[in-house]
């Protein structure tokens, strides 16, 4: 009953009285809190309209501080010494142009304000208005006769003492030293891990040599070849066939059949399944070539160039060769 | 016969300048062609022009500031030739005591360092006798002596000052920045001071808070290199009496170092203070009286009796069928190979 009720009187802002009672009665615990503001005077807020229904939050009021500007422009009425500008060397302006961030495209804030958390940027803009001042001034100085450049055999009392100023040298060039002997020891790396890689060709480039003068010797054993030609060493023949067939194989990448057992029976590939007899691998004939079904073309002219070079005899024929030797 | 006044001169400074000047002018011509042929000339000694603007400021700190503090007022003391220095004062004193002292040093500015728990640095300037003064907090201080600035410039040399243009905008910054001029500006042809001009102080306004930087003026087309010190200043009130009197301004921005370590420790417990509280809700609710409910008002709301079904008794035995064994056609094999 009292849901339905307290529901009902939010609407009619008559019945505010028994509202607020029900409402006192279920939050007591948040009244008890402000003591400033009692029931009573909740109730009259309510009443005159200045509390609407709905959740009213506490907030505390913002703190006034005082500016008092009549006082603060008298004040410096009084402090002001009217001294010429010789005295005081005073200047002020927003900082110099930035080439670097226009030329990128991304201008500071017009009026002047930086982020104080970018550390970068901050310092860039102290120094900038630094610089604009400095361009403004110097010409005024030079008018007053007040120079700003400092003879080489000028010697005076320095604020920082020479002892410092070693120091702060000797410290630059220790960075730029460890900078240079890391850059020094990343080349070395860099340049020992190409050496080994060249090595390692070079050793496999030995024995692919080795292999290829051994096979071609066994050929030349066993009758296969009559000519004597990896007699005269690896000159251009052999390097140009093998660089050609080389950079061949690399751009075909893995053999054929290598490829077709990976997809069976490697990572990844399908294992079963592949076959089905159905309408659509029936008629699928993608994978039908004219020229190995009509015998390659080679049926006739193949016979005579290849069987010359590589056909191994039969047995009967190296028994013969054997037996004569 | 009265004992003379010795005037203090800027130490050897000053003296060497002289003689510099003298040794030039020894050298005759030659000399001063060549130089002239690089248009660098070396200018009088300051002794030559009169001394008007007696502006002395007076920089001393309370007991209790560290080491940082100490370095950063001797670093204000090196760049500022028209400075004085003092001991330390105890804070039990009251700061109006500090006008007296200023009195009797005879100077009319004065910046003085206070710490509070060893930890705040907090730092006045005033104008000494009835002008205005100021409390700022200091933050960030880095000195000299560090080795990142590796900038140097002549000791007592006269400073150029730059000034944000935000400084005009309000009337409490234009008031700090008469006052900034007044007390870091070193008077012309102060004696301890040198003619050349070769470095520049910046106040800039970020973050509601007004940096402090000085750089070396290397060349004439503006290349800067910082010399240091830096810090940063954060107004907290403006006093229209030197230490004292009516307050005219009071940052609304301020919060004070207590309050921001109490807001910093308050954001890292707030998660476990959190859980304590549901942890001692859910201890107070074990322990509540709760109420034994016998019978439950809604649990007819979805009674639904189920259809009525015949009787059905059965009569005749269900017939058994023979237990069929699991066809296992290799099994027996297998155990007899094994035996």
């Keep these: 009953m009292t849901l339905e009720t307290s529901i009902e009187d939010m609407e009619d802002l008559e019945e505010d009285m028994e509202d607020l009672e029900e409402d006192e009665q279920l939050g007591t615990d948040s009244e008890e809190e402000d003591s400033e503001l009692s029931d009573s005077e909740l109730q009259d807020a309510f009443a005159k309209g ?83 001042s400095v361009l403004e001034a110097l010409p005024r100085l030079k008018k007053l006769n007040i120079f700003t450049k400092r003879p080489g055999d000028y010697f005076a009392e320095m604020a920082k003492s020479d002892q410092q100023m070693t120091k702060i040298r000797k410290k630059l060039i220790s960075k730029q030293a460890i900078l240079e002997k890391s850059e020094k020891a990343k080349k070395l790396r860099e340049q020992r891990k190409f050496g080994k890689k060249v090595q390692v060709e070079v050793i496999q480039k030995r024995q692919k040599e080795k292999k290829d003068m051994m096979n071609a010797v066994k050929k030349y054993q066993k009758g296969m070849t009559d000519k004597l030609d990896f007699l005269d060493g690896d000159q251009k023949g052999p390097a140009a066939a093998g660089q050609k067939t080389k950079g061949d194989a690399a751009k075909r990448g893995p053999n054929a059949k290598r490829k077709s057992k990976d997809d069976r029976f490697g ?31 080679g049926k006739g002219g193949k016979k005579g160039g290849k069987g010359a070079q590589n056909k191994r005899p039969g047995k009967s024929v190296r028994k013969k060769m054997k037996s004569h030797k | 016969n009265m004992p003379t006044k010795r005037k203090r001169r800027g130490n050897s400074a000053a003296e060497k300048k002289a ?82 002292v200023c009195e009797i040093k005879n100077c009319n500015k004065c910046l003085y360092f206070e710490a509070k728990k060893k930890q705040d640095l907090y730092m006045w300037m005033s104008n000494s006798p009835h002008g205005p003064s100021v409390k700022f907090l200091v933050q960030n201080i880095h000195t000299l002596a560090e ?30 920045k008469e006052l900034f001029t007044q007390t870091f500006a070193t008077p012309h042809y102060h004696p301890k001071s040198q003619p050349f001009v070769d470095h520049v102080f910046t106040f800039s306004i970020a973050d509601n808070r007004i940096w402090f930087r000085n750089y070396q003026i290397i060349e004439e087309d503006g290349s800067l290199v910082e010399i ?84 059905h008794i059965q009569e005749v035995e269900p017939s058994q069928e023979p237990h069929k064994r699991k066809p296992k056609p290799f099994k027996r094999r297998r155990m007899q190979m094994r035996s």
Excluded at chain 1, 65 to 77: D, P, S, W
Excluded at chain 1, 93 to 99: M, Q, V
Aim: aromatic share 6%; charged share 30%; proline share 5%.
């Design chain 2, 147 to 176: 080795l990142k600035m590796t900038g140097n410039c002549l000791k007592g040399s006269r400073p150029l000052l730059s000034f944000d243009p935000k400084f005009d905008k309000e009337p409490h910054l234009a008031l700090l």
């Design chain 1, 50 to 132: 200045l509390l609407k229904p709905g959740m009213n939050v506490l907030t505390t009021k913002s703190k006034t501080c005082v500016n008092n500007v009549e006082g603060i422009r008298q004040c410096l009425a009084e402090l002001s010494k009217s001294l010429p500008w010789v005295e005081r060397l005073d200047l002020t302006n927003l900082p110099a142009e930035d080439i670097l961030a226009r030329a990128e495209g991304k201008l500071p804030a017009a009026d002047g304000t930086v982020n104080a958390d970018d550390d970068f940027q901050r310092e860039m803009f102290f120094y900038r208005q630094a610089q604009a």
């Design chain 2, 19 to 100: 003689k510099q000047a003298r040794l030039m002018l020894e050298e005759g011509l030659d000399a001063i062609d060549s130089t002239a042929q690089q248009e660098i000339v070396v200018p009088a000694p300051v002794s030559m022009g009169k001394w008007k603007n007696k502006e002395r400021v007076l920089i001393f700190s309370s007991r209790g500031v560290n080491f940082r503090t100490r370095h950063l007022m001797n670093d204000l003391r090196t760049m500022m030739p028209h400075s004085k220095a003092d001991t330390k004062m105890d804070r039990k004193d009251k700061l109006f005591v500090i006008n007296e």
């Design chain 1, 267 to 297: 990572f990844g590939g399908k294992k079963s399944g592949k076959k089905w007899n159905t309408k659509e691998s029936h008629n699928d004939v993608s994978t039908f070539r004219s020229k190995t079904a009509h015998g390659k073309g």
């Design chain 2, 228 to 311: 240091g010190p830096r810090f940063v200043l954060n107004i907290i009130k403006i006093f229209q009496g030197s230490f004292g009197g009516p307050t005219l301004f009071e940052n609304p921005h301020f919060q004070s170092p207590n309050m921001h370590r109490r807001e910093l420790r308050q954001a890292s417990t707030a998660k476990l203070r959190e859980k304590q509280m549901l942890k001692e809700i859910q201890k107070m609710k074990r322990f509540e009286n709760k109420e034994v409910a016998t019978k439950d008002v809604t649990a007819d709301v979805f009674a639904t009796p189920g259809q009525e079904k015949p009787v």
